[in-house]
């Protein structure tokens, strides 16, 4: 029986995936870090193909028991961690001596070096390190998420009425949903070689704009939901306790400008839409209409 790890176990794309498998004939390890652990095994209690281990980056000696046996590990790469903590996973993955492919989520940026300059370096050398592991692997490369409108933008959204950004009300990105890429991840685990050497870029069905996007809410809603561009200056006070925009040495925070910059460009827009959801999973990817109708309850007041 293949055995699966998720590292990060209870991330967002990571819970999902694993879910997916619940009636798989697979063994998955759900990897976690030791402050999580109690929540982990409670989310995961009912699903009896799953054994939650410890995975600390902060603890070395618990990669060796997490990686013995594994056939298969997930990991994402996440802008807030700029450590180099894939090669940790690597080195855990090449010691155990049993793993066979890698499926590694990194951004869809890399596909747009020439406006994400930053971006785009952090996860080509995040990339080169599974890519030389010697252990075959798969990209995947998600666009931005909707599920940010569902999370960190709802409570503006359910208690101001609208939301602000640094992006141009006008400027279309093709978000993508978080269950989209997890059923990706799941295919993918269940039929690795397959896809082996394969870079996928994910995104929704279509391009939308915020403003386009206040309009759905509000017809959701039944009431004015208004979008409000905002200044890179006014988002940093505001998100970041007074970083000044013109002389910040806050890595992360040049990274999200960047970010912001590039798709007021329409840098993650039409130019970066595919079928790749669709033709890996068999389904269509979700759109953000059907993802409003779906998590409506958040935004109500």
Known sequence: MTTLLFAGATGNIAK?????????????????????????????ASQQNVDVVELDLLKPET??????????????TLLAVPGEFEKAYIEAAQAAGTVKHIIHSTGSTA???EVFKLCSEFIFEREALTRES????????????????????????????????????SAEVAYVDVQDIANVV????????????????????DAISSDVIAELLSEALDRKITYTEMSAEDWSSANWGGVEVADSNNWLFNILRENYQGFALGAEGKNLLNDNIKNITGKEPTSFRAFIARSVNVWKK
């Not at 295919?187 to 994910?202: D, F, N, R, V, W």
């Open 16 to 44: 999902r995936a694993i879910k997916n498998l619940q009636n798989a004939n697979v063994t998955i390890k759900a990897g976690i870090r030791e402050a999580e652990l109690e929540v982990g095994r409670a989310h995961f």
């Open 186 to 205: 799941s295919s993918i685990a269940l039929s690795p070689t397959a896809h082996e050497g394969k870079t996928y870029t994910l995104s929704g069905p």
């Open 134 to 169: 010697g252990i075959n692997y798969t990209f995947l490369r998600p666009l931005m998420f909707m599920e940010n409108f569902a999370t960190m933008l709802a409570p503006s959204i359910r208690n101001e009425d609208g939301w602000s950004e640094p992006l141009i009300g």
């Open 63 to 76: 990669f060796k028991p997490a990686f013995e046996g594994v056939d298969i590990v997930y990991f994402a």
């Open 111 to 113: 596909d747009v070096p």
